[in-house]
Nanobody, 124 residues
């Protein structure tokens, strides 16, 4: 089992920044090297935001990120981060962390392990 706990969400004005964190724990966590972020806005389906490999050398981003977000990780802390700059009202959503063994599986949203989510609200 893997437990994921997100933090760092909040209310920010358009153009502002937030850094989300996701701390992972569990005996089998090391078996799930890929970590990533998704988001779900009200009335919309959950969508992929970004993912990162165990080494941090391979990252993927959704097109809408447009260079505004950066995913990183600290394996010593079992934590993945999402630095979000230039936030827009359209970024308002609940942001979820996920882990998986395979990057393509994670990016497709089929991971077995998800956090509870952290709310990000961007005001105009």
């Amino acid at each position: 089992q893997v437990q994921l706990v997100e933090s760092g969400g909040g209310l920010v004005q358009a153009g502002g920044s937030l850094r989300l964190s996701c701390a992972a724990s569990g005996r089998t966590f090391s078996s799930y090297p890929v970590m990533g972020w998704f988001r779900q806005a009200p009335g919309k389906e959950r969508e992929f935001v970004a993912s990162i490999s165990w080494s941090g050398g391979v990252t993927y981003y959704a097109a809408f990120v447009k260079g505004r977000f950066t995913i990183s990780r600290d394996n010593a802390k079992n934590t993945v981060y999402l630095q979000m700059n230039g936030l827009e009202p359209e970024d308002t959503a609940v942001y979820y962390c996920a882990v998986d063994r395979v990057g393509s599986r994670l990016r497709s949203g089929r991971s077995d392990y998800w956090g509870q989510g952290t709310q990000v609200t961007v005001s105009s």
